[in-house]
T-cell receptor, first 116, second 119 residues
């Protein structure tokens, strides 16, 4: 079955530094990938939609300059949290839609970011 | 904009019993897709079941089935013979097709229902 690998699974960084999270589709091509943020005991909040080879589409209220998304290939999308602050601490999840795969999505296992 | 409402923040059920999780949604679309996802303590999102709105027949996947009432905009999940491994957060989600306003396959999630299966 379709597998999405997300790395790292957890990361601790110092305030002011940048952190990159990778999302890879291992056995399929993903034309569209989604990045979510999830606070404890809450639902998934869509941050942005990334399409291979084009600029990401950000949801209202999400800072484009803070959360940089790159979808350079059909199997890789990255989310970079720039100049991280403690309020950026959260659980980040990516999901990928298979090109020509109907309406199926596969989620990564998530990344727990802690900014100290 | 679409909204998805899960009115039960938490539920519990005894092992081997049946439980139903509620979900309602609001949309002006005629064709769309509905999903139930499970998020266990590992936090990995797992697709439980999917329903296409144009299909009148309710979807079933082993112990999981849905009651899809299109007119009422209701999409409940029934779990039969509950197992300890069913303990998780369950999210109802809505998606409208790509050709409907350029939604680009976005999922809209409800707030979730935390289900605990007791031994």
């Amino acid at each position: 079955g379709a597998v999405v690998s997300q790395h790292p699974s957890w990361v601790i960084c110092k305030s002011g530094t940048s952190v990159k999270i990778e999302c890879r589709s291992l056995d399929f091509q993903a034309t569209t990938m989604f990045w979510y943020r999830q606070f404890p005991k809450q639902s998934l909040m869509l941050m942005a939609t990334s399409n291979e080879g084009s600029k990401a589409t950000y949801e209202q209220g999400v800072e484009k300059d803070k959360f940089l998304i790159n979808h350079a290939s059909l199997t890789l999308s990255t989310l970079t949290v720039t100049s991280a602050h403690p309020e950026d601490s959260s659980f980040y999840i990516c999901s990928a839609r298979q090109s020509g795969g109907g309406y199926g999505y596969t989620f990564g296992s998530g990344t727990r970011l802690t900014v100290v | 904009a679409q909204t998805v409402t899960q009115s039960q923040p938490e539920m519990s059920v005894q092992e081997a019993e049946t439980v139903t999780l509620s979900c309602t949604y609001d949309t002006s679309e005629n064709n769309y897709y509905l999903f139930w996802y499970k998020q266990p303590p590992s936090r990995q999102m797992i697709l439980v079941i999917r329903q296409e709105a144009y299909k009148q027949q309710n979807a079933t996947e082993n112990r999981f089935s849905v009651n899809f009432q299109k007119a009422a905009k209701s999409f409940s999940l029934k779990i039969s013979d509950s197992q300890l491994g069913d303990t998780a957060m369950y999210f109802c989600a809505f998606m409208k097709p790509f050709n409907s306003g350029g939604s680009n396959y976005k999922l809209t999630f409800g707030k979730g229902t935390l289900l605990t299966v007791n031994p």
